[in-house]
């Protein structure tokens, strides 16, 4: 097939089409299909929680597949297809195909598609899934509206409509949703210990809740809490309980500042399964070509956020008047000041500073404070009397009144 037919295919999949008006009647523009799986499945879960026992080898088995079919989403379309951190051998490409559709949250070539556009276009009108549209719109309202054709963005593709395995897998994902989301989870269990009820209930219905939350989690709670840690000028954030609800996608600061790399949680002590397991499969040959970005790098991101956040901490401060926006007195009209007008000041660094409030609280005694009046205390202040400490330098700051100019030594 040519790269011709290969674009003509995808792009005229019906389930890529997404023509629909802008301002048209609310029930014309729900996406249906969508609407009926995101509704219909948790109530259909809820029903077998009421109605079905769960066997331990059903729980079990429920719990595996959970994380098979979630990390074929997280390192599967996520981190191999959408953005290429790494590489794996064609058979283990074909199980994180077929992993990603157990899933059900669409075929690899739609998935990546939007992701590589919510990507390039984070936080504007463009962007699929826009964390400034609140959190149920970017958990899970975007999936239930039709696409306005006119509005949202575009992406580089061409990579993926290349792929045999992602344009097999985008043809007949329909058949392969249905059967590895919900057929083949209650085989398992109905076949190998008689548990159809529960192998339908739990590993298929209420597993795939908990997958697409998972997922959805994502797109809304990593836009929403945690740090900045990287870059603060879009919505992604760092944070171990997105991390736990998301199979370590949660450290989506670094993600989106960094997002070849194949990793989203850099220190050893952080939930990300999805890495580790990508460097399992890499001792095994199944994964290679690991990517990351230079750890130099990644410390300048996070050194400069953190410089950022002690500047914004520092402007909270009382750090007094800066000196160049302090008057300047002659030393005549220094000593007038303490003479008629009786002014408590005293002189450390060349700086005047007013001392009045502060001589009974002074740790050394008023009396010695009060002999400095009207005094150069430099010396005294750096060492001749005591050497002060950097709380006592803070506190002076705070109660500068001038700059006394200095004289022109002939």
């Given at each position: 097939?040519?790269?011709?037919?290969?674009k003509?295919?995808?792009?005229?999949?019906p389930?890529?089409k997404?023509?629909s008006p802008?301002k048209?009647?609310?029930?014309?523009?729900?996406?249906?299909t969508?609407?009926?799986?995101l509704?219909?499945t948790?109530?259909?879960?809820?029903?077998g929680?009421?109605?079905?026992?769960?066997?331990?080898?059903?729980?079990i088995?429920?719990i595996v597949?959970?994380?098979?079919?979630g990390?074929?989403i997280?390192a599967?379309?996520?981190r191999l297809?959408?953005?290429?951190a790494?590489?794996?051998?064609p058979?283990?490409e074909?199980?994180?195909?077929?992993?990603?559709?157990?899933?059900?949250?669409?075929?690899?070539?739609?998935?990546?598609r939007?992701?590589?556009v919510h990507?390039?276009y984070?936080?504007?009108?463009?962007?699929?899934y826009?964390a400034?549209k609140?959190?149920f719109?970017?958990?899970i309202?975007?999936?239930?509206?039709k696409?306005?054709?006119?509005?949202?963005g575009?992406?580089d593709?061409t990579?993926?409509?290349?792929?045999s395995?992602?344009?097999?897998q985008?043809?007949?994902?329909?058949h392969?949703?249905?059967?590895?989301?919900?057929?083949f989870?209650?085989?398992v269990?109905?076949?190998?210990?008689?548990?159809?009820?529960?192998?339908y209930?739990?590993?298929?219905v209420?597993?795939l809740v908990?997958?697409?939350?998972?997922?959805?989690?994502?797109?809304s709670i990593a836009?929403?809490?945690?740090e900045?840690s990287?870059?603060?000028?879009?919505?992604?954030?760092?944070?171990?309980i997105t991390a736990l609800l998301?199979?370590?996608?949660?450290?989506?600061?670094?993600h989106?500042?960094f997002p070849?790399d194949?990793?989203?949680?850099?220190?050893?002590?952080?939930?990300?399964?999805?890495k580790?397991?990508?460097?399992?499969?890499s001792?095994?040959?199944?994964?290679?070509?690991l990517?990351?970005?230079p750890q130099?790098?990644v410390k300048?991101?996070?050194?400069?956020?953190?410089?950022?956040?002690?500047?914004s901490?520092?402007?909270?401060?009382?750090?007094?008047?800066?000196?160049?926006?302090?008057?300047?007195?002659?030393?005549?009209e220094f000593e007038?000041q303490?003479?008629k007008?009786?002014?408590?000041?005293i002189?450390?660094?060349?700086i005047?500073?007013?001392?009045?409030?502060f001589?009974e609280d002074?740790?050394?005694?008023?009396?010695?404070?009060k002999?400095?009046?009207g005094?150069?205390?430099?010396d005294?202040?750096?060492?001749?009397?005591?050497?002060h400490?950097n709380?006592?330098?803070?506190?002076l700051?705070?109660?500068?009144?001038?700059v006394l100019?200095?004289?022109?030594?002939?």
């Amino acid at each position: 097939m040519s790269a011709k037919h290969v674009k003509k295919s995808t792009r005229n999949h019906p389930l890529l089409k997404e023509n629909s008006p802008s301002k048209v009647p609310l029930y014309k523009r729900l996406n249906w299909t969508h609407v009926v799986l995101l509704t219909t499945t948790p109530l259909i879960a809820l029903y077998g929680f009421f109605t079905t026992p769960i066997h331990t080898k059903t729980l079990i088995w429920s719990i595996v597949y959970y994380y098979i079919t979630g990390l074929g989403i997280t390192a599967g379309y996520h981190r191999l297809w959408s953005h290429r951190a790494y590489k794996v051998t064609p058979a283990y490409e074909v199980f994180l195909a077929l992993a990603g559709a157990g899933a059900v949250e669409g075929s690899i070539f739609w998935w990546c598609r939007d992701h590589r556009v919510h990507h390039r276009y984070t936080d504007t009108d463009k962007d699929p899934y826009d964390a400034r549209k609140g959190l149920f719109y970017s958990h899970i309202g975007w999936m239930m509206l039709k696409k306005d054709s006119k509005v949202v963005g575009r992406a580089d593709v061409t990579d993926l409509e290349e792929n045999s395995i992602i344009l097999w897998q985008h043809k007949y994902y329909a058949h392969l949703a249905l059967f590895f989301g919900f057929i083949f989870p209650t085989l398992v269990a109905g076949y190998l210990w008689g548990d159809w009820r529960g192998g339908y209930f739990y590993a298929a219905v209420a597993r795939l809740v908990f997958v697409h939350h998972a997922t959805f989690c994502v797109n809304s709670i990593a836009h929403w809490l945690g740090e900045t840690s990287f870059d603060d000028k879009h919505s992604p954030r760092d944070h171990f309980i997105t991390a736990l609800l998301t199979l370590g996608e949660g450290y989506h600061n670094f993600h989106h500042e960094f997002p070849q790399d194949y990793r989203n949680a850099i220190k050893f002590y952080q939930y990300d399964p999805t890495k580790w397991l990508i460097l399992l499969t890499s001792l095994f040959g199944l994964s290679y070509d690991l990517k990351t970005f230079p750890q130099n790098e990644v410390k300048k991101g996070e050194l400069q956020m953190k410089e950022k956040k002690i500047v914004s901490e520092k402007l909270k401060l009382n750090w007094g008047s800066p000196v160049e926006k302090l008057p300047v007195f002659t030393q005549e009209e220094f000593e007038t000041q303490i003479k008629k007008s009786n002014r408590k000041w005293i002189v450390i660094n060349n700086i005047i500073h007013d001392v009045a409030d502060f001589i009974e609280d002074h740790p050394g005694g008023k009396a010695l404070i009060k002999s400095g009046l009207g005094k150069n205390m430099t010396d005294a202040f750096t060492g001749g009397v005591y050497d002060h400490s950097n709380a006592a330098r803070n506190l002076l700051s705070t109660m500068r009144v001038g700059v006394l100019q200095q004289t022109k030594k002939m």
